[in-house]
């Protein structure tokens, strides 16, 4: 088990950019695959990327390809989202999840979850 915990969000005009952080307590996230997902109030929870536990594998929805980037930082324990050119649909609580060497693109693959942070794109 993992606690991750996120950061960086808040409002942002639309076409700004916001960067997210999931940092993991107490533990190195270094062998777990990493994803963003975000729920829009009255949606379900949705996949927006991933990277693989060695960082060599990034995976986005379509939704945000070519406007959100994933990094990660094994040494520091941390896994960030660069968010540019946000969109007011792109409003929602987004999360961090961590699942122990490979993962996919459903909730259901992971079981390691952070608290959410609200991300708000006003147009």
């Known amino acids: 088990q993992v606690q991750l915990v996120e950061s960086g969000g808040g409002l942002v005009q639309a076409g700004g950019s916001l960067r997210l952080s999931c940092a993991a307590s107490?533990?190195?996230?270094?062998?777990?695959?990493v994803a963003w997902f975000r729920q829009a109030p009255g949606k379900e929870r949705e996949f927006v990327g991933g990277?693989?536990?060695?960082?060599?594998?990034?995976y986005y929805a379509d939704s945000v390809k070519g406007r959100f980037t994933i990094s990660r930082d094994n040494d520091k324990k941390k896994v960030s989202l660069q968010m540019n050119s946000l969109k007011p649909e792109d409003t929602a609580v987004y999360y961090c999840?961590?699942?122990?060497?490979?993962?996919?693109?459903?909730?259901?693959?992971?079981?390691?979850w952070g608290q959410g942070t609200q991300v708000t794109v006003s147009s």
């Open positions: 999840a961590a699942e122990f060497v490979g993962a996919g693109r459903n909730t259901g693959d992971y079981n390691n």
């Open positions: 107490g533990r190195t996230l270094s062998s777990y695959a």
């Open positions: 990277i693989s536990w060695s960082g060599y594998s990034t």
